[in-house]
Each structure stands twice: as structure tokens, then as C-alpha cells.
């Protein structure tokens, strides 16, 4: 997954006055399964909307004191120009269990999907998603919006832009996984859906024939770069 370089708002109220410190960090993703946390063990109360929470280095952990604390990331540097603008709001819910930990923050997939471009996102293939009796988020029942291809995708909430993302068309490849599982073409697809899984496990959940076109390993995680 790829580092950026992110701008840190931490912002401390108390019942007078507002104190907002600020600094620069670095940041990664984390892949679920996200629990149990050090803040909240299994509770599956403990994510804020939108799925956008932090696990923190050691050097911001403050021994269990930073759970629940919230910071407003920006991105401002990354490899190949991966910033959005804007900034977003995150939560404490966990402690990197890495050791060295990657980076100052380890962000949700849906928080990271939300400040960066990066070509690290991940994929799965999910078979109910094929399931033409299901309805879906962009269209319901309507059978004429998925692409004559089977080319189509789930989203997760940090790229469902609010349901915005509807009919989006992304060109995307397999650049990594285990037992080197790409395929050396890139296709198209469309979102017709939004994640239903919460935390969803991956940022883009694929039709079968989508995970198939770029994958020769069937139900495996694959890393992709996508360009809408």
C-alpha cells in the first residue's frame, strides 16, 4: 500500500475553549478484519460513520489514551501525485500491531480510499454480488444497469461519494497479490453498488467476471491501480 505524507489537525475541547495542535505525519492502510481493537475489543459500535478510524503508532498512543480521539487528515505528498483535496475527520480505535509500525497513522481502507488516488487499492470478488435478484443502491431491481460486459462493481463507503458514484467507469489492473495472481490486461468497469458489508473487506468488491478478467486466482485479495 502506498505511504503518504499527511497534514494532522488534532483538535482538544474542553468547556471553555477549543486548543487545535497541528503537525505532519505519514500515513498506510490497514486491511480488516479490524477487530478486535485495543479501544473497544469486538464491538462493532465502536466505527464511525463513513468507516473512517485510525489504528496509531506507538508515539501517538499515549498508553490507551488516544482511543476515541478524532484528527483531521489531509494529504499533501505521496508517489505519483496520489493526493484529493479536502480534508477528512478520523478516529482513534486501535493501536498498530505492527512492529515497526509502517507509518504515524494506519488508516481504514474507506478512510485511506477518501485522501488518496494511490494505486493500492484493494479487491475481492464476492458471489452473491452476481446474484441478478438482488437490488442495488445506483438502480434497484432494474436489470438494463449492469454493462452487457458483467463488468461491474461495489464500492466501498470511502468512494461511494453519497451514492454519486453511481455509473462511474473505472479502468483498473491487478498490479499484486499472492502466488502472483494478475493478468496482464486492464478492463472497464461500472459501479452499480455500494458495499454492504460493514466495514466492507475491501475497498472495490468485483462482479465474478470482472475478478476473473484481471485475476487467474478465484477468491483471493488482490491489489489494483485504477484511473476513473
Not at 463507503?157 to 453511481?166: L, R, V
Request: charged share 20%; glycine share 8%; net charge neutral.
Amino acid at each position: 500500500m502506498g505511504l503518504l505524507v499527511i497534514a494532522v489537525v488534532l483538535g482538544l475541547l474542553c468547556n471553555c475553549v477549543a486548543l487545535v495542535l497541528g503537525d505532519v505525519g505519514t500515513a498506510t492502510s490497514y486491511a480488516p478484519p479490524y477487530t478486535p481493537t485495543k479501544c473497544s475489543g469486538n464491538r462493532q459500535d465502536q466505527f464511525p460513520p463513513g468507516n473512517l478510524f485510525v489504528a496509531l503508532s506507538e508515539g501517538l498512543w499515549d498508553n490507551g489514551a488516544a482511543c476515541g480521539r478524532r484528527y483531521r487528515l489531509r494529504c499533501i505528498s505521496g508517489i505519483d501525485k496520489p493526493c484529493k483535496n479536502g480534508d477528512i475527520d478520523v478516529e482513534v480505535v486501535d493501536l498498530c500491531s505492527k512492529k515497526p509500525c509502517p507509518s504515524t497513522f494506519l488508516m481504514s481502507k474507506d478512510a485511506f480510499a477518501a485522501v488518496s488516488r494511490s494505486p493500492g487499492f484493494d479487491v475481492l470478488n464476492a458471489p452473491d454480488f452476481d446474484n441478478s435478484s438482488n437490488s442495488t443502491k445506483c438502480n434497484g431491481y432494474d436489470q438494463d444497469q449492469f454493462p452487457d460486459s458483467g463488468l461491474f462493481v461495489a464500492l466501498s463507503n470511502g468512494i461511494w461519494d453519497n451514492g454519486a458514484a453511481c455509473g462511474r467507469k473505472y479502468r483498473m489492473r491487478c498490479i499484486s497479490g499472492l502466488n502472483h495472481p494478475c493478468k496482464d490486461r486492464s478492463i472497464v468497469v461500472e459501479v452499480v453498488d455500494v458495499c454492504r458489508n460493514n466495514p466492507c473487506p475491501a475497498t472495490l468488491i468485483l462482479s465474478n467476471k470482472a475478478f476473473d478478467a484481471i485475476s487467474r486466482i478465484p477468491n483471493i485479495r488482490v491489489n489494483v491501480e485504477y484511473i476513473q
